[in-house]
Nanobody, 118 residues
Framework: QVQLVESGGGLVQPGGSLSLSCAAS????????MGWYRQPPGEQRELVAT???????NYGDSVNGRFTIYRDNAKNTVYLQVNSLKPEDTAVHYC????????????WGQGTQVTVSS
């Protein structure tokens, strides 16, 4: 079992930046992928970015080039640096940790709200 705790969300003006953090605890040895997803109001959850244990990253089409995912294995923490924020980036952002082979699992954090408004 893996527990995830997100932090760093808040209210920012258009063009601003935020850094989100997600700390993992529990059976962290079994994690193969960590990442971020977001859910805008009234919309379905969508991919933001993921990072594998080997450091490979994958970004959603809507955020690539503005968002950057960082993973600190020593701290069991994944970060999301978000730049040049737009009002349409407003969403609940969820941390995710999963194992994609063998004894698989898929864990989610509680979510942190990012609101972009002038």
């Amino acid at each position: 079992q893996v527990q995830l705790v997100e932090s760093g969300g808040g209210l920012v003006q258009p063009g601003g930046s935020l850094s989100l953090s997600c700390a993992a605890s529990g059976s962290i040895f079994s994690i193969t992928v960590m990442g971020w997803y977001r859910q805008p109001p009234g919309e379905q959850r969508e991919l933001v970015a993921t990072s594998t244990n080997a450091g490979s990253t994958n970004y959603g089409d809507s955020v690539n080039g503005r968002f950057t995912i960082y993973r600190d294995n020593a701290k069991n923490t994944v970060y999301l640096q978000v730049n040049s924020l737009k009002p349409e980036d407003t969403a609940v952002h969820y941390c995710n940790a999963r194992r994609i082979f063998g004894a698989s699992f898929n864990s989610w954090g509680q979510g942190t709200q990012v609101t972009v408004s002038s």
